[in-house]
């Protein structure tokens, strides 16, 4: 399982993601981004410090 938790990425989002798909969860992560954090250009730095936060755990 991939575990992301936003609030790693952007301090104070409880938000947490879980997806045996990887790219599946990143889908799910950039929805959220854009939907709550307003972010909508996901930028080399953005991509590179949510995917630093990444766990996986089987
Ligand atoms: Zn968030």
Known sequence: ?????????????AARFENSDRAA?????????GADHGITDFTPEIVSAVESKILFAA
Do not use: I, Q, S, Y
């Not at 938790?5 to 989002?13: I, K, L």
């Not at 969860?25 to 981004?33: D, E, K, L, N, S």
């Open 25 to 33: 969860m990143m889908a799910a992560v950039v929805a959220h981004a």
């Open 1 to 13: 399982m991939f575990k992301l938790a936003c609030g790693d990425v952007m301090p104070g989002c």
